[in-house]
């Protein structure tokens, strides 16, 4: 169980840390286009609220502009608790329920595309 918290809490503080410096002028890897390296949302206050050092406004901000690009609104609300709950994170994704596991594959390309975008 503590294995598994930890291994969810590195998914969250590595989309966190890839985030963290890198290309100011990034793009998409699927559509090529210039995306915005700041945004507001719920990825964005989750981020901002959480007590982990990484949590810049510049950081969430970024990490909340690929989750416009990536995730649905009401996806991007469930994956903002995450950061309140990380043990929900970690439920989810050892889910056996095929909606559950599409989520979950979704948050986790989002994870990488913000590491892709924000690194």
Same mark, same amino acid.
């Given at each position: 169980? %503590? ?7 590195? $998914?969250?503080?590595?989309?966190? &840390? ?5 290309? +100011?002028? !990034?793009?998409? *890897? &699927? &559509? ?6 700041? !945004? ?7 981020? $901002?609220?959480?007590? +982990? %050092?990484?949590?810049? =406004?510049? +950081?969430?901000?970024? $990490?909340? *502009?690929?989750?416009? /690009? ?6 991007? =609300? +469930?994956?903002?608790?995450?950061? %309140?709950?990380?043990?929900?994170? /970690? $439920? ?6 095929? &909606?559950?596991? =599409? ?5 986790? !390309? ?5 590491? =892709?975008?924000?690194?």
């Amino acid at each position: 169980m %503590k294995l598994s918290l930890i291994s969810v809490a590195a $998914v969250a503080a590595f989309t966190l &840390a890839a985030c963290s410096s890198g290309n +100011r002028n !990034a793009v998409t *890897s &699927a &559509a090529r286009a210039p995306i915005s390296q700041f !945004a507001t949302g719920p990825i964005f206050q989750g981020c $901002v609220q959480s007590d +982990r %050092k990484q949590a810049s =406004r510049s +950081r969430c901000g970024c $990490v909340q *502009s690929v989750a416009n /690009q990536s995730l649905s609104a009401g996806e991007q =609300r +469930r994956g903002a608790a995450f950061f %309140k709950n990380p043990h929900q994170a /970690q $439920v989810t994704r050892t889910s056996d329920r095929p &909606a559950d596991e =599409r989520f979950w594959l979704r948050w986790k !390309a989002f994870g990488d595309q913000a590491a =892709r975008v924000c690194g």
